[in-house]
């Protein structure tokens, strides 16, 4: 099955810093790969996600890279505020998985105001 | 629109004992999951049902069971509780949108303790 690694586990920033998570996954055959982010006592909530077929994508202070031959893909956070704080998960789909998503063990980051 | 509700919030149990925890969705989505959260872990999908009348094993699926109830409905069975079940549990749902994308909408969780 499908195998997503994902570091660091933590990360510590100043405010207004960037801050990266790096994820990489085992079966070439995953096609869809979202970024949930959960904040202390709350749900897991969506705040970007890529195809395969595209190596990048912008939102805000936030992008996710791809890269499909190296099997990893990172999230990107530039301008990084306190409310940034939060534990962010990576996940892949594997095509023809129906919508079984596997989940890297998450990454805590911490910004310093 | 309330989304994803789950109930109960928060359970003890203890080793051996039996219960079902609750989840519904009001979003009118074809999918539906349940997952277990535990520290350093991620998240860890137990079972999902891709429609009503379907349902599949997950990652980790021993000494759990789900129903389908409905398109709104999806529960999660322990018949025999055990220490190694202590973990904050999830569901969730989703559609898939044109292009292959999707969101999964997940409720508040569940914190259930089993001693």
């Known amino acids: 099955g499908e195998n997503v690694e994902q570091h660091p586990s933590t990360l510590s920033v100043q405010e207004g810093d960037s801050a990266v998570i790096k994820c990489t996954y085992s079966?070439?055959?995953?096609?869809?790969f979202p970024w949930y982010k959960q904040e202390l006592g709350k749900r897991p909530q969506l705040i970007i996600d890529?195809?395969?077929?595209?190596g990048e994508k912008k939102d805000q202070r936030i992008a996710v890279t791809l890269n499909k031959t190296a099997k990893h893909f990172s999230l990107h956070i530039t301008e990084t505020q306190p409310e940034d704080s939060a534990v962010y998960f990576c996940?892949?789909?594997?095509?023809?998985?129906?919508?079984?998503?596997?989940f890297g063990g998450g990454t805590r980051l911490m910004v310093k105001p | 629109n309330a989304g994803v509700t789950q109930t109960p919030k928060f359970q003890v149990l203890k080793t051996g004992q039996s219960m079902t925890l609750q989840c519904a969705q009001d979003?009118?989505?074809?999918?539906m999951y349940w997952y277990r959260q535990d520290p350093g872990m991620g998240l860890r999908l137990i079972y999902y049902?891709?429609?009503?009348?379907?349902?599949d094993k997950g990652e980790v699926p021993n000494g759990y069971n789900v129903s389908r109830l409905n398109k709104r409905e999806f529960s999660l069975r322990l018949e025999s509780a055990a220490p190694s079940q202590t973990s904050v549990y999830f569901c969730?749902?989703?559609?898939?949108?044109?292009?292959?994308?999707?969101?999964?909408?997940f409720g508040p969780g569940t914190r259930l303790l089993v001693l």
């Open positions: 969730a749902s989703s559609e898939q949108t044109t292009g292959g994308m999707e969101t999964q909408y």
């Open positions: 079966d070439s055959a995953s096609n869809y």
């Open positions: 890529i195809r395969s077929n595209v």
């Open positions: 996940a892949a789909r594997k095509r023809n998985a129906g919508n079984m998503l596997t």
């Open positions: 979003m009118n989505h074809n999918s």
């Open positions: 049902s891709a429609s009503e009348g379907t349902t």
